[in-house]
């Protein structure tokens, strides 16, 4: 008997102290007791000293399985079987003793006797304690948001202008591209004419969405980085306070290697396929499955939207895109690798021929905006489901872009180089339970104000700390200054036409009908006056001393307060096999 107990407690045991190591670890590494994220604290300590304790035992059980197996084999070498069955039986043996040392078979006799059965019990009364205290806890929370009553439906529409998207008027457009969003959430909604992302590409702009932060203090800056664990996303801070986490997502950079799933007890990344995939129906569909199974429970679900991100797609059902030239007709229908690489060099002008003309621009708009369209008819989708299902009645719906696009108004296509409106420049649009009408705010806002919004609305507690955001929700907030943030290497498809990658550091600052942008690098600064000139075309810095002189003073404090907070550590980079889809995908 002791031969056969003995191995098992010296494994579940030296398993058990691993796992709870290994929890330890992880509970210090993401500040979770520092956050107060006690039932989270509780359930990895529990779920390490458990899953360590019986992956040890099952470790030793298949050892002396291994161990029974060779001595069932033969001994010698009878037949060309008999040598294989030898062979076998020398390398189980051997497998067998690789604990089987002095000092193991020291512990294991100790282990094998009253002591084992003490740590296995004191083992299994801990786990089993804290598993305890965590459902308790979790009991708790549930029971509270029970009460409340209340849930979030964060919607995000990737790479989407605001000048086009059409949620207050057709007429706001030189086309209606978004007409089910302005009926199903535009007519009951707060729409915030003039939110401003803190970044303008995917993984920092929402980084800052989901933890209220600039992209200098959450560190998400960088193409082949992810957000830091240590940082309290909005998903971790609601599944503490007992509501359910639910995201779907379609886009590379909002997935578990980016550090984006933090704190999503259901993360769905299936659709993140690549720019060259059209994904809109299913993210509905699954969304809308999601809801079919927690939609009882108090929730948060996010709901990602990719396909308005480059490469634009031509859509039969929409004839925006009738007149496209042959070469943009065929790319924007191939889901090849290879084809899609050589289209892509020829529209950014790397085959001699220099720039688009304006026909074939207008053909490239015409493309995006039935990528929009599509889109719109299935978020529209997704809302008269919710509203089917009755859960419009104490469910605020939040609809948000990360960014926006250019189309070669300074020379560049895509996104992600500049801090200029095109880019940074987002439709918002807050829906609150039970509203009937429509208001329109056209204070400048942040995007990252939506972290506080959604645990304001939920009456979660705001985390300990400076720099968070203010809630969109409050009617009479201070008209405070609005800040965005590049700091990344751009390159590939999505950055400014050049071959090779540059490095990009800008910051800007807006305040009220003024917006100064700062380049870093070549050490220029940009002053636009946004009343006569809202395409920024106009540099009026010298004809503006004083502003310009006061806005940078205060852009150079918040950028070095931004600073001062970030990561203490070297940002955590998103491992290889992410790496390699980025890079075949034209991202890195």
């Not at 300590?45 to 019986?54: A, E, I, K, P």
């Not at 599509?374 to 989708?381: C, Y």
């Not at 907070?565 to 998103?574: D, R």
Request: charged content about 25%; some cysteine.
């Amino acid at each position: 008997m002791k031969r056969i107990v003995a191995p098992v407690f010296r494994l579940a045991a030296a398993g058990a102290a691993v796992g709870l190591g290994a929890a330890a670890w992880a509970i210090a590494d993401q500040d979770y007791l520092a956050q107060g994220l006690w039932r989270t604290s509780l359930w990895v300590t529990s779920r390490g000293l458990l899953v360590g304790y019986l992956v040890g035992a099952a470790v030793a059980t298949a050892m002396l399985l291994l161990a029974s197996l060779a001595s069932a084999l033969p001994r010698a070498k009878t037949n060309s079987a008999g040598a294989f069955a030898f062979r076998l039986r020398a390398v189980l043996r051997r497998s067998s003793r690789v604990l089987d040392t002095r000092a193991t078979r020291a512990v294991g006799r100790a282990l094998a006797g009253r002591a084992g059965w003490v740590l296995a019990g004191l083992l299994s009364i801990l786990a089993v304690a804290l598993w305890a205290a965590g459902w308790s806890v979790a009991s708790r929370a549930r029971a509270a948001a029970q009460q409340r009553q209340r849930n979030v439906i964060l919607i995000g529409i990737d790479t989407l202008r605001a000048d086009h998207a059409s949620l207050l008027s057709a007429g706001d457009q030189s086309r209606d591209v978004t007409p089910n969003l302005r009926e199903l959430v535009g007519a009951r909604s707060s729409v915030f004419t003039d939110a401003i992302s803190q970044a303008p590409w995917t993984l920092p702009a929402f980084s800052s969405m989901f933890t209220g932060l600039y992209p200098e203090q959450h560190g998400a800056e960088q193409r082949w980085q992810k957000l830091p664990a240590s940082q309290l996303t909005l998903a971790e801070m609601l599944r503490e306070a007992g509501f359910r986490t639910l995201g779907v997502s379609s886009g590379l950079y909002v997935t578990d290697a980016s550090g984006l799933r933090q704190g999503f007890e259901v993360f769905d990344e299936s659709q993140a396929q690549g720019q060259l995939n059209v994904t809109s129906e299913q993210v509905t569909d699954k969304a809308i499955k999601l809801l079919a199974r927690h939609g009882k429970e108090p929730f948060f679900l996010f709901v990602h939207y990719f396909d308005p991100h480059w490469v634009f797609h031509d859509h039969p059902d929409y004839d925006f895109g009738e007149e496209l030239p042959a070469w943009m007709k065929e790319m924007s229908q191939t889901l090849k690798q290879d084809e899609f690489t050589q289209q892509v060099a020829r529209l950014r002008g790397f085959s001699g021929r220099g720039s688009l003309t304006r026909e074939e621009l207008g053909s490239l708009r015409d493309l995006y905006d039935e990528e929009i369209a599509r889109t719109d008819a299935e978020v529209a989708r997704l809302l008269r489901h919710i509203g089917d299902a009755g859960l419009d009645s104490n469910t605020l719906i939040i609809l948000v872009a990360d960014h926006g696009e250019e189309f070669m108004e300074r020379g560049n296509l895509g996104h992600g180089s500049t801090l200029c409106h095109e880019v940074i420049h987002v439709p918002l649009a807050i829906a609150l339970p039970g509203a009937s009408k429509r208001e329109v705010r056209s204070r400048p806002v942040e995007t990252r104000c939506v972290f506080t919004t959604v645990l304001e609305f939920l009456k979660v507690r705001m985390p300990q700390g400076d720099g968070f955001s203010v809630s969109l929700l409050v009617d009479d907030a201070p008209n405070t200054l609005v800040r965005s943030a590049n700091h990344r290497m751009a390159s590939g498809i999505d950055g400014r036409m050049f071959p090779e990658p540059v490095d990009v550091w800008w910051t800007s600052i807006r305040d009220g009908r003024w917006k100064l942008i700062k380049e870093h690098l070549r050490g220029r600064v940009m002053l636009f006056d946004l009343l006569n000139d809202p395409a920024e075309r106009r540099n009026c810095a010298k004809d503006n001393p004083e502003v310009r002189q006061r806005l940078e003073r205060e852009l150079d404090r918040r950028d070095a307060a931004a600073k001062r907070s970030s990561p203490k550590g070297p940002v955590p980079e998103a491992d290889e096999a992410q790496k390699r889809r980025l890079k075949s995908l034209g991202y890195l």
